[in-house]
């Protein structure tokens, strides 16, 4: 894996963009926002500040296993919180080995204290194949010029 790839590389291909759910909000509503959305995390902002992460895993564990209700939990009560986090210039491979290590699937980008988006596990794949099919193109490229076959 090309170590230079970072996650700003990674924001920049996919957009910055992301949508984000407040504290105070009911885990119904950050579940109803994640299906609309179609993505399995949301970033939890007060104040324009990042304060959490909350994600199928937490809801799953934090409210449908402790018996809890959709409706009247708040995020706070249920979300990842303090958010691991990266800044754009973190490798695409630390970013794969922090999701790893803490069993995470997205990763927010922070550029001094600025939500800048969220790196999925998805999207880490898709770079990571992308530069792979860069190289073997290259290589085909490489072959076919050098009148090897």
């Given at each position: 894996?090309?170590?230079?790839?970072?996650?700003?590389?990674?924001?920049?291909?996919?957009?910055?963009?992301?949508?984000?759910?407040?504290?105070?909000?009911?885990?119904?509503?950050?579940?109803?926002?994640?299906?609309?959305?179609?993505?399995?995390?949301?970033?939890?902002?007060?104040?324009?500040?990042?304060?959490?992460?909350?994600?199928?895993?937490?809801?799953?564990?934090?409210?449908?296993?402790?018996?809890?209700?959709?409706?009247?939990?708040?995020?706070?009560?249920?979300?990842?919180?303090?958010?691991?986090?990266?800044?754009?210039?973190?490798?695409?491979?630390?970013?794969?080995?922090?999701?790893t290590k803490n069993r995470i699937r997205h990763l927010p980008v922070l550029d001094?204290?600025?939500?800048?988006?969220?790196?999925?596990?998805?999207?880490?794949?898709?770079?990571?194949?992308?530069?792979?099919?860069?190289?073997?193109?290259?290589?085909?490229?490489?072959?076919?010029?050098?009148?090897?076959?």
């Open positions: 894996m090309n170590t230079n790839i970072t996650a700003g590389h990674v924001l920049r291909a996919k957009g910055y963009g992301f949508h984000g759910i407040g504290p105070d909000s009911s885990a119904y509503d950050a579940l109803e926002m994640m299906a609309e959305k179609n993505v399995g995390a949301l970033p939890v902002l007060e104040n324009g500040l990042l304060i959490g992460v909350f994600s199928e895993r937490d809801y799953a564990r934090k409210v449908i296993l402790k018996g809890k209700a959709s409706k009247k939990t708040a995020v706070r009560e249920v979300m990842s919180s303090p958010p691991i986090h990266i800044d754009p210039g973190t490798s695409l491979r630390e970013c794969m080995v922090l999701m001094k204290g600025v939500l800048l988006g969220i790196i999925s596990i998805g999207d880490a794949v898709n770079a990571v194949i992308s530069e792979q099919q860069a190289t073997i193109e290259e290589l085909e490229g490489y072959i076919a010029g050098s009148g090897y076959q």
